[in-house]
């Protein structure tokens, strides 16, 4: 049975906007209030979709979330219609308004944690949407994101679908962006790497002094629990605290992984030595490669933000293993010449794609942070709802939608127009016939 490795990236939602909602990523907040062009991104995003498609890859696309969030600004005591919701809460709480009207749900790597059916003890390809409890902007989005989960992942017989954890900092998860598995071939068993910033139990522990660790030890456990994961095959790694108080919020700004390479910075782990005995260990024998890249041919600070390891470590259908870039990369002499390097040494990786993601990229997310990987054999990918799957039928008709009802330029102020909560809704109402998801959001079902 042949088994790969579907990405489903998050489609740009209509509000894409500049708010510098994301305390400790560093382009998120050095953006802040810039003009927007979510049309631009909105197309940028599908391109880079298509191009993978191109490439031979099982290429989905996961839905954006219904924003301005009129219903959760309801709940904070905002009255009335929803032009009059949307007044007040811009004038009075401007802050709470920015953050109900976040794109943020285009980051699909903080959608969920997903486990393929080969590491699963129920033999189902099990997910688990983050809580994102960290940030509220985000914190708002699990319900629909699992709620647009099962519209794509219909079949019980394939797929098992978990309730986000508790919302609640000790559970504080944020999904694949801290996740990576390493195997053989995807349809082997494999080893499930998860990486947390704190222990949330446990206040003698070190954890980051200025920004937050997002990820906790309890919270990846407990997915590692809900999965029915083999703990022989499942390591913990604490991130450098240094690291997060630099900016690098998420594991994948740091480090990225597949099959049988842990592409990384040296700096990444609080104890790096024991990350690779561990992983080295539950991976058993076979050749594994660790590509670690030192301080001094790549400062931290030259990775976050070039996003050097904020790419796609993927493996094509030849079989070869490639790097998905961002133009950044290319861009930057120093990172492009390293990658030129490493694409030289006897590693498995052998050539770099680069892709322009640049509005993405100003809210600081990089390809890694858009695709959700998932690992699918034919029978569960013949069960995915094939309307999510990117050919050149879907792309035309995303590409058309996204033309017909997204703007060209969006400013903060902006977001307080009742006709861009009327044009949004329109779009997502179109969007899921397109996609055939069913009402799955909340203006669909009352």
Same mark, same amino acid.
């Given at each position: 049975m042949k088994t790969l490795e579907a990405n489903f990236d998050g489609l740009v939602g209509p509000t894409h906007n500049y708010a510098g909602l994301s305390f400790g990523n560093v382009a998120s907040k050095s953006n802040a209030k810039a003009i927007s062009n979510p049309k631009q991104a909105a197309l940028q995003g599908l391109q880079k979709m298509k191009a993978l498609a191109d490439l031979g890859m099982c290429q989905g696309v996961l839905a954006p979330q219904e924003r301005p969030d009129v219903y959760t600004l309801r709940r904070l005591g905002f009255t009335g219609n929803d032009a009059e919701v949307l007044t007040k809460a811009a004038q009075h709480a401007p802050a709470i308004f920015l953050a109900c009207c976040s794109a943020s749900s285009m980051w699909t790597a903080n959608a969920a944690t997903v486990s393929p059916s080969a590491d699963c003890s129920n033999k189902k390809v099990n997910f688990t949407p983050a809580?994102?409890?960290?940030? #509220?902007?985000?914190?708002?989005?699990?319900?629909?994101?699992?709620?647009?989960?099962?519209?794509?992942?219909?079949?019980?017989?394939?797929?098992?679908?978990?309730?986000?954890?508790?919302?609640?900092?000790? #559970?504080?998860?944020?999904?694949?962006?801290?996740?990576?598995?390493?195997?053989?071939?995807?349809?082997?068993?494999?080893?499930?790497?998860?990486?947390?910033?704190?222990?949330?139990?446990?206040?003698?522990?070190? $954890?980051?002094?200025?920004?937050?660790?997002?990820?906790?030890?309890?919270?990846?456990?407990?997915?590692?629990?809900?999965?029915?994961?083999?703990?022989?095959?499942?390591?913990?790694?604490?991130?450098?605290?240094?690291?997060?108080?630099?900016?690098?919020?998420?594991?994948?700004?740091? $480090?990225?992984?597949?099959?049988?390479?842990?592409?990384?910075?040296?700096? $990444?782990?609080?104890?790096?030595?024991?990350?690779?005995?561990?992983?080295?260990?539950?991976?058993?024998?076979?050749?594994?490669?660790?590509?670690?890249?030192?301080?001094?041919?790549?400062?931290?600070?030259? $990775?976050?933000?070039?996003?050097?390891?904020?790419?796609?470590?993927?493996?094509?259908?030849?079989g070869d293993m490639v790097i998905i870039a961002p133009m950044e990369?290319?861009?930057?002499?120093?990172?492009?010449?390293?990658?030129?390097?490493?694409?030289?040494?006897?590693?498995?990786?052998?050539?770099?794609?680069?892709?322009?993601?640049?509005?993405?990229?100003?809210?600081?997310?990089?390809?890694?942070?858009?695709?959700?990987?998932?690992?699918?054999?034919?029978?569960?990918?013949?069960?995915?709802?094939?309307?999510?799957?990117?050919?050149?039928s879907l792309y035309t008709k995303l590409t058309q939608w996204v033309n017909k009802h997204y703007r060209d330029v969006l400013s903060a102020n902006d977001l307080a127009d009742p006709q861009l909560l009327i044009e949004s809704r329109t779009a997502l109402d179109d969007l899921t016939q397109i996609m055939q998801l069913g009402s799955v959001y909340p203006f669909q079902q009352i």
């Open positions: 809580n994102l409890t960290n940030k #509220f902007h985000r914190s708002i989005e699990p319900a629909v994101t699992g709620g647009i989960l099962r519209a794509i992942f219909t079949d019980d017989a394939h797929f098992t679908h978990h309730q986000h954890l508790p919302v609640n900092d000790h #559970f504080g998860d944020e999904g694949a962006a801290n996740h990576t598995r390493f195997c053989s071939d995807y349809g082997d068993k494999g080893v499930e790497f998860f990486v947390y910033g704190k222990h949330a139990f446990d206040d003698s522990q070190v $954890a980051p002094k200025c920004f937050p660790a997002r990820q906790t030890l309890e919270a990846s456990k407990a997915v590692a629990r809900l999965h029915g994961l083999d703990k022989k095959h499942t390591v913990y790694a604490q991130q450098n605290p240094d690291i997060i108080d630099q900016g690098v919020f998420h594991n994948d700004v740091i $480090a990225v992984g597949n099959k049988n390479v842990l592409f990384y910075h040296e700096q $990444a782990f609080l104890n790096t030595a024991q990350v690779k005995r561990h992983i080295s260990v539950a991976y058993g024998n076979g050749d594994f490669h660790f590509i670690e890249v030192p301080t001094e041919q790549v400062s931290v600070e030259s $990775a976050v933000k070039s996003y050097l390891f904020n790419t796609q470590l993927i493996n094509l259908p030849s990369c290319q861009n930057n002499s120093a990172i492009n010449d390293y990658l030129t390097r490493v694409i030289a040494a006897n590693n498995p990786i052998s050539k770099v794609h680069f892709f322009d993601v640049k509005q993405s990229m100003q809210n600081g997310g990089g390809p890694a942070c858009l695709r959700l990987r998932v690992v699918l054999t034919d029978a569960q990918r013949q069960a995915v709802n094939q309307h999510a799957l990117m050919n050149d």
